[in-house]
């Protein structure tokens, strides 16, 4: 079974990506790391570089006439996926804010083999534990999204959909099986001041000038207590996330039994946590 990774990313360095600890994780279950790296104001390519000799890059130009939408992130996507090994069975995509536990490891590769066989398996559907805040919150709202697929067959009739969140084929969602895995996302988890750039700059994919310089002052720290419900973590991290945590050099406390819902949201919340079904939930996958 040959495996192939594939992401992309851009100003990892000045953004704080964790990227390099994302591309770590999953690096012991792939054959080969193929990394779309746009052009960047900062040693990003390096960093890159540095990881390795599964680490394949790939130089590209970001088009910024896809800024409606999110589009060019599901552009540079493909860009990495399209350049994979044509001998890869299986693709195993990770964006540069999420990490796999190392506790996983055997599972997912038992798993891609138990399915490599089986076409009709398009993908393998990932939970997801969204971090938020510090390394030891986890944001457990509507507002995050539940499932996600991850790994996919080296068919290039897949692409990525939308924003790079996941993926179609012909435009049709994809046939998967999950799998008792989660992807760690460490999106909302870095310095407020940090987190305030990260969202400017990715808020230019979807919105113009004068929104994000309403909605995301630049001179302004990212205000974390702003959040509708969080919980306790209480697993433990990637061991490649160890460094970074060990780091962490701002505070965030916030008490999780608080929550800052409507009537109709705290309703909602209610049933999900009483029986483990969103209501109205999106989903970009088929469950077989």
Request: charged fraction near 30%.
């Amino acid at each position: 079974m040959f495996v192939s990774g594939f992401t992309f990313i851009r100003n990892a360095i000045k953004l704080d990506y964790p990227v390099k600890e994302a591309i770590l994780s999953i690096l012991p279950l792939v054959d080969e790391m193929v990394v779309a790296v746009g052009q960047s104001d900062d040693n990003t390519r390096n960093l890159i570089a540095s990881l390795g000799e599964k680490i394949r890059i790939i130089d590209t130009l970001w088009d910024e006439s896809l800024r409606i939408g999110g589009k060019v992130l599901a552009d540079e996507t493909n860009k990495a996926f399209d350049a994979v090994s044509d001998q890869a069975d299986w693709c195993f995509y990770i964006q540069g804010d999420e990490c796999i536990h190392e506790k996983y490891h055997s599972h997912i590769l038992e798993q891609m083999q138990l399915y490599k066989e089986d076409y009709r398996v398009e993908g393998l559907l990932f939970d997801y534990a969204h971090f938020y805040g510090s390394y030891d919150y986890l944001g457990d709202s509507r507002t995050w999204y539940r499932k996600e697929i991850r790994i996919v067959r080296n068919d290039k009739e897949i692409r990525s959909y939308k924003d790079a969140q996941g993926f179609r084929k012909k435009g049709k969602k994809l046939k998967v099986k999950p799998i008792a895995a989660e992807v760690y996302h460490y999106g909302w988890v870095r310095h407020p001041k940090y987190q305030m750039a990260k969202l400017r700059e990715s808020n230019k994919l979807w919105h113009d000038d004068e929104y994000i310089d309403q909605k995301f002052e630049a001179a302004k720290d990212f205000d974390y207590s702003e959040i509708d419900s969080i919980k306790s973590f209480t697993g433990t991290h990637p061991v490649v996330m160890q460094h970074r945590i060990s780091k962490m050099n701002w505070s965030f406390d916030k008490d999780p039994t608080v929550k800052s819902f409507g009537i109709k949201l705290k309703l909602l919340y209610g049933i999900e946590k009483l029986t483990g079904w969103r209501v109205g939930e999106y989903r970009n996958y088929k469950k077989i």
